[in-house]
């Protein structure tokens, strides 16, 4: 089946194509289309709701139809186009964002009559990981799955695709939070979860140390807001940071965030016997995290597989949306359908 994904929970506005097999539950990305206001909001440093949805209004038809057209499906007057179903995000996100993409997928839903389903974006980011080119997926349950994203930082066990229990999560900024709120501090371009990625290669290990809140703590929680205070402590201690003190610090941020969410996953991963992980969201597209993770898995010869999406569909995208979509496929009518901004797990 061919399923249209729309995505708007943020500032990304993204529509995408995917063909599903449900004999061997895999998904192919026949195409993926995102336009961004980014270079509106590295302006200001950080996202201003209503100049995102403004500009997800303007891009809204435009990216459906490229869409569309790089899969190949003809758009005709009239006519609804060769697709199954429409998938949209619903919730969590901004609420004047969301409504673009869900009253969309609405209109579309009624003038095409094809069915519709709700999606949860964070089951979006999980979902990602079954976009693959391969004929079949290799993940296995049971999987725990760690979302880390500018709004979200959570840990979640997956028994099944019908089983899906939220463990923990943080409980103040989320992991890209703390990268955007840090690269702020440290005068880095937005957003900064990149930016302080790049800066660290160049950082001396043992320069700086920060917290690791909650790092032997029994519960699945996060805080990354005593990280951010360290930093602005050290900032302002110094007045003036030169390119290298940057680069150590950048460093040390991110040892700290990864050794978190690391140390957290793991203890999950034992604690359900997870034969999978799968790494979701924005700051899944971090390399040293990503190259951690497998160190440690081997360091603690856990037989759990590392699972992470292309780097380009850990940010928000549509196909992630399209491919919960296939496997959460609860269809609703059109006008039963609303966004939900506070939208979490059950
Ligand atoms: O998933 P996403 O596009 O949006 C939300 O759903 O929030 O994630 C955006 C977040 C930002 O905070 C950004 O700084 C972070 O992901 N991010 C990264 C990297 N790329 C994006 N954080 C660390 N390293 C990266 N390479
Ligand atoms: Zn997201």
């Known amino acids: 089946m061919k399923i249209l994904g729309i995505e708007t929970s943020c500032d990304e506005t993204s529509a995408a194509i995917i063909e599903a097999k449900s004999g061997n539950r895999t998904v192919k990305l026949l195409s993926n289309v995102i336009a961004s206001s ?28 490229k869409a569309c057209k790089d899969a190949g499906i003809e758009l005709r007057e009239q006519i609804a186009p060769e697709i199954d179903a429409i998938a949209v995000t ?7 964002s969301l409504l673009v993409g869900v009253e969309t997928a609405k209109t579309f839903s009624y003038i095409w009559n094809k069915p519709l389903i709700p ?23 049971p999987a725990i799955a760690l979302i880390v994203s500018g709004g979200h930082t959570d840990l979640v066990y997956l028994e ?4 899906i229990q939220w463990l923990g999560g943080t409980r103040d900024d ?8 840090i690269g702020r501090l440290l005068k880095l371009p937005y957003p900064g979860g990149p930016s302080i990625e790049k800066a660290a290669k160049n950082g001396h290990p043992k320069a700086f140390r920060f917290p690791r809140a ?15 205070t360290a930093v602005l402590r050290e900032v302002q201690k110094r007045g003036t940071l030169d390119e290298q003190v940057v680069a150590d610090i950048s460093f040390a941020v991110q040892d700290a965030i990864i050794d978190v969410l690391i140390k957290k996953t793991l203890t999950a991963a034992e604690n359900y016997a997870a034969k ?4 979701g969201g924005g700051v899944a597209a971090n390399q040293a995290l990503r190259d951690a993770f497998e160190k440690s898995l081997a360091k603690e010869h856990l037989q759990t597989k590392l699972f992470a999406p292309k780097k380009s569909l850990c940010t928000d995208n549509a196909a992630m949306i399209a491919t919960a979509g296939f496997f959460h496929n609860k269809t609703h009518p059109w006008k039963d359908i609303t966004a939900n901004p506070e939208l979490y797990f059950d």
């Open 276 to 279: 999978s992980i799968l790494l």
């Open 160 to 163: 099944g695709h019908n089983k």
């Open 90 to 96: 619903v919730g969590p996100g901004l609420i004047g």
């Open 214 to 228: 909650l790092l032997d703590d029994k519960a699945f929680d996060f805080s990354f807001s005593g990280l951010k």
């Open 119 to 141: 999606v949860n974006h964070l089951f979006g980011h999980m979902y990602a990981n079954f976009i693959t080119d391969e004929q079949t997926t290799s993940i296995d349950f």
């Open 38 to 65: 980014l270079p509106l909001h590295a302006k200001t440093g950080g996202i201003i709701p209503e100049i995102a949805a403004r500009n997800q209004l303007t891009f809204m038809l435009p990216v459906v139809k």
């Open 174 to 181: 989320a992991s890209g939070e703390a990268f955007d709120k």
